[in-house]
């Protein structure tokens, strides 16, 4: 999978009638990039960030007060996550307006479409982190939304057993945000790299 996502990075030869920009408009590759992005400044939170209900607030105001750079750094992770989810929705209606969902690359549109579940997801859990007002009342207006679906009842108790803002319920969408979904958020998009060095026939690559 390494090997096929450098070699999609890198390929031997492209047609040169699809060297320009209008072909896919990287709208893929920036995904990516972003996500990198979020990758590394979300690591930097990571040294000031205290997943507690009284400790989260206020060390996200000693990062924005204190550390030399904490407040452009925030807004980095923060303005990257909006591009990261503009730019997969751009990609996905790319992909619907030309087709490139179809045989045989079903399979790779499922994977983009768990990716994009899973980028929005990851967004919401990290939308709690800050515990302030915004931060509550946004999470608590998604779980009242989630409790009203199917199994709602239960993934509702399994995300927050102690209510929204809850010590059990910050470590969760922590413990989710840092690690469990950037998992598998990597994972997919190795897969979706690797499905389209696969899928080679139908890209410009030779």
């Keep these: 999978m390494i090997e096929d996502f450098l070699k999609h990075l890198f390929p031997r030869a492209v047609l040169q009638r699809n060297l320009t920009l209008s072909y896919t408009l990287c709208l893929g590759g920036l995904a990516f990039t972003c996500l990198m992005l979020l ?3 979300g690591g930097l939170l990571l040294f000031y960030y205290q997943p507690t209900p009284a400790a989260a607030y206020p060390s996200i105001l000693l990062l924005e ?4 750079g904490g407040r452009y750094l925030r807004s980095l992770h923060r303005l990257a996550s909006h591009f990261f989810l503009v730019l997969i929705v751009l990609h996905t209606l790319r992909v619907i307006l030309t087709g490139a969902y179809q045989k045989p690359r079903q399979f790779n549109w499922l994977v983009g479409c768990a990716l994009f579940l899973c980028a929005v997801f ?13 931060a509550l009342w946004a999470t608590q207006t998604g779980m009242e939304l989630l409790h009203i679906m199917p199994l709602g009842g239960a993934l509702r108790a399994v995300l927050v057993p102690d209510g929204v803002g809850g010590p059990a319920s ?3 969408f922590y413990v989710l945000h840092i690690l469990m979904v950037p998992g598998l958020l990597l994972f997919l998009s190795g ?13 410009p690559y030779l």
């Design 39 to 41: 990758g590394a400044s």
């Design 65 to 68: 007060s204190s550390v030399w």
């Design 122 to 134: 990851e967004g919401y859990t990290g939308y709690l982190l800050p515990m302030d007002q915004l």
């Design 170 to 172: 910050l470590l969760r």
């Design 191 to 203: 897969l979706h790299f690797y499905r389209i060095r696969r899928n080679k026939g139908v890209l």
